[in-house]
């Protein structure tokens, strides 16, 4: 059955919340975390529920409007996600076979992160030494600007997708941890990777389950 179009939210009014204990508990944490984009970081299909062109559905940018009106936003946790992840010094990448990748990246640099002190509570950020400078700025940032990993958006495999991944971090894919909402993906473990199938979009505790699945893969 073919999934439904979400309806999204236009602004983003959630209360700063706390970054998990995992994140700071001392043991290891995957050098690179990768995610699939359609019902993995945003609940559609860019290349079958939008339609260009693109603009900013509010001043926040925490959304974007397409030529017949819809509203298009990330899964709500997502902005937390990552600041978290990359705070954590986790290096962050894209793998999505859309048929519509310059939508897909188009969409990646008109949405905008919103300041880690919005989502992330101050008090639980201490001690994290990771991140880049505009992390701590205070300003908004375009979400693309967080995938420092790289991203390989089009139509292919996603073994195609963290060969390229690897290649180009030269991080081991034994390092990596894999978010989707597809089954048929699970051939990237063939590489060593660890992919974590997301039900219903990414969220603070499939990102837990998902590290503790990496952890648990490695004996720790």
């Given amino acids: 059955m073919p999934k439904k179009l979400s309806k999204q939210p236009t602004l983003t009014g959630n209360t700063p919340g706390s970054l998990p204990s995992i994140l700071k508990d001392g043991l290891p944490l995957p050098r690179a975390i990768v995610f699939d984009l359609d019902y993995t970081l945003w609940p559609f299909w860019v290349d079958t529920h939008v339609y260009p062109p693109l603009r900013a559905a509010n001043p926040e940018r925490s959304a974007c409007v397409d030529k017949i009106g819809e509203t298009f936003a990330f899964y709500d946790d997502v902005p937390s996600v990552l600041h978290g992840l990359s705070l954590a010094g986790i290096k962050l990448g894209v793998a999505s076979r859309t048929h519509a990748p310059d939508l897909g990246r188009e969409m990646l640099k008109l949405l905008l ?3 880690v002190t919005s989502v992330l509570e101050e008090s639980s950020l201490e001690g994290l030494a990771g991140g880049s400078k505009k ?8 979400a693309i600007e967080f995938f420092d990993a790289g991203l ?7 073994i195609r997708h963290f060969e390229a991944l690897g290649k180009r971090t030269g991080i081991p894919y034994t390092e990596m941890l894999f978010f989707d909402d597809e089954s048929r993906n699970r051939d990237t473990e063939s590489l060593g990777v660890t992919m974590w199938l997301v039900r219903d979009g990414v969220t603070w505790n499939e990102v837990v389950d998902g590290i503790k699945e990496w952890r648990r893969r490695r004996g720790v």
Avoid: F, H, N
């Fill in 152 to 158: 390989e958006i089009y139509p292919s495999s996603k």
């Fill in 135 to 142: 992390d701590k700025a205070g300003k908004p940032r375009k």
């Fill in 113 to 115: 992160v919103p300041p």
